[in-house]
């Protein structure tokens, strides 16, 4: 007898209690005179704040090189506990819970290579996670040219995944999970 597949469950969110760690956030080493902060809201169909959601960034660093350096989820060789890093390195990836109003940021370095940040989105409700770009606008503003997944969108949509620079080192990108101006998810097989 063979059974059908059954679909995926929610059990949860329990992002707050295993999945964040100390300097989630803090990508791009301390001090780094290149570093630029990328922050927004998560906001459901209605409109409204996500206060549990997870968003996870990965990168290359500016040399465009992917290895990234070890050190995101240090353990104090004591207690065991998850300390987080050591805030010299940069690893290319972060992970950070939005607050009670929805709100998530990360201090990062601008990506070599790319003119993207690539991300996940964890959240109540969502049986897989979501994957989407922050795609960052060059520095005299332009939207990067000639990538394939923007230029395959149409205005509207690729406009959900362009960051609005606030200054020169803020970048504001808002990750709407459903309704009017959803941000475009990519499907990967």
């Given amino acids: 007898m063979t059974h059908a597949p059954t679909p995926s469950q929610t059990v949860g969110p329990f992002y707050g209690y295993a999945l964040p760690f100390a300097g989630g956030g ?17 906001l459901d169909g209605n409109g409204a704040p996500v206060p549990d959601a997870l968003i996870e960034i990965w990168q290359p660093a500016p040399d465009g090189s992917r290895t990234g350096r070890p050190g995101s989820l240090r353990h104090d060789p004591v207690t065991g506990r998850v ?9 290319g990836f972060g992970r950070v819970p939005t607050d009670a109003d929805g709100r998530w940021a990360v201090r990062t370095l601008p990506p070599g290579g790319v003119p993207y940040l690539s991300v996940a989105v964890f959240a109540r409700g ?26 395959s969108l149409d205005a509207e949509r690729r406009a959900t995944l362009i960051a609005t620079p606030t200054d020169r080192h803020t970048h504001r990108f808002d990750i709407h ?7 475009v998810f990519l499907e990967f097989t």
């Avoid at 300390?83 to 690893?91: N, Q």
């Fill in 177 to 183: 999970l459903q309704g009017a101006g959803e941000t």
């Fill in 126 to 151: 969502l049986l897989h996670h979501l994957y989407t770009r922050i795609y960052l606008r060059a520095a005299d503003g332009t939207v990067p040219a000639g990538d394939p997944l923007l230029e």
């Fill in 83 to 91: 300390i987080g890093r050591d805030g010299v390195g940069f690893t």
């Fill in 26 to 42: 803090d990508i791009a080493p301390a001090g780094h005179p290149d570093t630029i902060t990328v922050h927004g809201l998560v």
